[in-house]
Nanobody, 125 residues
């Protein structure tokens, strides 16, 4: 039904930057909150950043000031600009769709109903 495809992951040195993209299918993209989550080996999936349909953003404390989430509704795409990357940022990053017409994106993974396949981000020291 809904397909989310992430791209932009890769290998980067500590202190560097990456820009992740998530392209969504469907015609109601603009009504939904979107989020980025990440999961490192042996760890729980954790919230990274979210953006509501109004453009209101939320960030995990660990990435605040370094990452920026944005969306382009005309392109059905959400982005995650990742700056000042650290080795602790190494994980598989997932794009996900949240509830429609929510002013603030949820920080809880259970509130997201569709997920992308993930893209690997590896930060070397």
């Amino acid at each position: 039904q809904v397909q989310l495809v992430e791209s932009g992951g890769g290998l980067v040195q500590a202190g560097g930057s990456l820009r992740l993209s998530c392209a969504a299918s469907g015609r109601t993209f603009n009504s939904y909150a979107m989020g980025w989550f990440r999961q490192a080996p042996g760890q729980e999936r954790e919230f990274v950043a979210g953006i509501s349909y109004t453009g209101s953003t939320s960030y995990a404390v660990s990435v605040k000031g370094r990452f920026t989430i944005s969306r382009n509704n005309d392109k059905n795409t959400v982005y995650l600009q990742m700056n000042s990357l650290k080795s602790d940022d190494t994980a598989v990053y997932y794009c996900a769709r949240g509830p429609a017409y929510s002013y603030r994106a949820s920080l809880m993974a259970d509130d997201y109903d569709y997920w992308g396949q993930g893209t690997q981000v590896t930060v070397s020291s």
